[in-house]
């Protein structure tokens, strides 16, 4: 393979990573305590050239881009006052945790519901735990005290989807909980659409080098096979 293909092709893959992240990003631009994520991008190194006849040095060329470990940006966001009883926001550090079919899960996103029974849960129907992992009563006013609601240290907290993490909780949250109000999303819409296009630029730049080395094959190919030897 020409290594220019090879170079422009891998840097396609990797804008194309993240385009996916920031469209997710954006979708989640108002999912409250939505934190967005972000990939490391670093080259492959760079390939020695040399001469084949005598190995004179003559350069090196970059092989091409990679995608690095993946994080989340868990920095809090600014938190926003609904008046909703049931509505929770942690300042600060920290999770709620709720019990899943595959066990507990902790979140930072705080808009609760009342069930049938009478127990708080998220949005998914999955009940919130307090501090010692029981499920919580909501009130004959249809309140409950912040108090009652349990907020978890969870070092090294790792994304699974629907705004869940998973992890190993090591005591309580140093944030405190805010009753009525709710964490704003980590992403800034305006930001993530200029990231957008720059990704889009660079995709399309490599493209644009891929059909220029395509044209360039084509063309060596056409006139070698046209050479007349004499």
Excluded: C, W
Excluded at 203 to 227: C, K, M
């Amino acid at each position: 393979m020409d290594i220019g293909l090879f170079i422009a092709a891998s840097g396609m893959v990797a804008e194309q990573t993240r385009q996916n992240q920031l469209s997710n990003d954006l979708a989640n631009s108002s999912t409250p305590g939505y934190k967005p994520d972000e990939s490391t991008q670093h080259n492959f190194g760079t390939l020695l050239m040399a001469n084949t006849e005598g190995g004179a040095p003559v350069g090196s060329i970059d092989q091409g881009v990679a995608v690095g470990r993946t994080f989340t940006d868990m920095t809090p966001a600014s938190i926003q006052e609904t008046g909703e009883p049931l509505d929770f926001a942690i300042e600060g550090t920290g999770f709620f945790a709720v019990r899943t079919e595959a066990g507990v899960r902790y979140t930072r996103n705080g808009q609760f519901t009342a069930s049938a029974n009478g127990t708080v849960t998220d949005n998914a129907g999955n009940p919130v735990l307090s501090q010692t992992g029981a499920t919580i009563k909501v009130g004959a006013d249809g309140t409950v005290p912040a108090s009652a609601i349990g907020t978890f240290e969870v070092p090294g907290a790792a994304k699974q989807g629907e705004n869940l993490f998973t992890g190993t909780a090591s005591g309580q949250a140093q944030g405190e909980v805010r009753q009525g109000a709710l964490e704003g999303s980590g992403v800034d819409a305006a930001k993530v659409m200029v990231e957008m296009i720059t990704s889009l630029r660079s995709f399309q730049s490599g493209q644009q080098a891929i059909q220029t080395i395509d044209q360039t094959l084509q063309a060596a190919t056409t006139q070698v096979g046209s050479i007349n030897v004499q």
